[in-house]
């Protein structure tokens, strides 16, 4: 079974600066995928970021990027400038054998003004 | 804003009653999901179905009826629920179900849903 494990409930960055969400996860796949979903306060959930495992190269989407360590299966998620916008709870997931997608328990995050 | 339309977006209804949740996705997808989001736990995939046949049932109890009428549609019928089924349901779509590519979902809005 794939596990994914988010030890950060909630966070809290000033706008402007940068913030590292953590993700560590658990699978017996060779092949998989990694996801970050953003879901912000009383809207839909959507797509931040994904990268596939045999890529060794991070992931980068303008101000979000990753920190993939395969062999320490970690997958951080890091955004810079931070934005009021970015105010959502973030979910880690991983996609692989079995189709579908697992879950972290998420990590709220909080820009202040 | 996705695609993906969810009706009702909140839905109070009692132990003995029936109700269905429906969604909508206007992607072209052949994919559909049904997940549970319930406060302080992960994300819990409920059903999947995959060009309107069913291809995951992940032990939900059978108060909980799923139908998919076609690719672009996906209900979710409830009757005689507990209170510990409140929670917010979300729909979700991707493109296929397949673990060969990656498959970004697209998900819906939710409904809030809770059971008195």
């Known amino acids: 079974a794939q596990t994914v494990t988010q030890s950060q409930p909630e966070m809290s960055v000033q706008e402007a600066e940068t913030v590292t969400l953590s993700c560590t996860y658990d699978t017996s796949e060779n092949n998989y995928y990694l996801f970050w979903y953003k879901q912000p306060p009383s809207r839909q959930m959507i797509l931040v970021i994904r990268q596939e495992a045999y890529k060794q190269q991070n992931a980068t989407e303008n101000r979000f990027s990753v920190n993939f360590q395969k062999a320490a299966k970690s997958f951080s998620l890091k955004i810079s400038d931070s934005q009021l916008g970015d105010t959502a709870m973030y979910f880690c997931t991983i996609q692989g054998g079995s189709e579908k997608l697992v879950f972290g328990k998420g990590t709220k995050l909080t820009v202040n003004p | 804003e996705t695609g993906v339309t969810q009706t009702p977006r909140h839905l109070v209804m009692g132990m003995t009653n029936k109700k269905s949740l429906k969604c909508e996705q206007h992607l072209g997808h052949n994919a559909m999901y049904w997940y549970k989001q319930s406060a302080k736990k992960p994300l819990e995939l409920m059903f999947v179905?995959?060009?309107?046949?069913?291809?995951e049932n992940n032990s939900v109890p059978s108060r909980f009826s799923p139908e998919c009428p076609n690719s672009s549609h996906l209900f979710l019928h409830l009757h005689t629920l507990q209170p510990e089924d409140s929670a917010l349901y979300l729909c979700?779509?991707?493109?296929?179900?397949?673990?060969?590519?990656?498959?970004?979902?697209?998900f819906g809005p939710g409904t809030r849903l809770t059971v008195l």
């Open positions: 979700a779509s991707s493109q296929d179900f397949s673990a060969r590519r990656n498959n970004e979902q697209f």
């Open positions: 179905y995959s060009l309107e046949e069913r291809v």
